[in-house]
């Protein structure tokens, strides 16, 4: 099992920017694939963005129109979401995953983070 240890999130005002970290305690198999799920109060968890180590393949939700950027170190078995133009329905606990492969389905997902907070208010 994976463990991954988040940071980077908090407060901010509509059109901020936020950068969300995680780090995993291991470079085995199962974290070539690292990303960022949310989950909003009273929705279902859902996929951010995900990040393929082997292929540097980033894949994104389709409705965040390119405010949102994924990034992965490698050297530090971590990856990074680069969050910008932050509107008030990107407020959500966001949570680190990794997994051999990447998936939409959270409940595919083994091993996740303890989640970081994002609140996006004015």
């Known amino acids: 099992q994976v463990r991954l240890v988040e940071s980077g999130g908090g407060s901010v005002q509509p059109g901020g920017s936020l950068k969300l970290s995680c780090v995993a305690s291991?470079?085995?198999?199962?974290?070539?694939?690292m990303g960022w799920f949310r989950q909003a109060p009273g929705k279902k968890r859902e996929r951010v963005a995900t990040f393929y180590f082997p292929s540097e393949y980033a894949a994104y939700m389709l409705s965040l129109g390119g405010r949102f950027t994924i990034s992965g170190d490698a050297a530090k078995n971590a990856v990074y979401l680069e969050m910008t133009n932050l509107k008030f329905e990107d407020t959500a606990m966001y949570y680190c995953m990794a997994r051999e492969r990447c998936t939409l389905d959270p409940t595919e997902v083994r091993d996740w983070g303890q989640g970081t907070r994002v609140t996006v208010s004015s």
């Open positions: 291991s470079d085995t198999a199962s974290r070539n694939c």
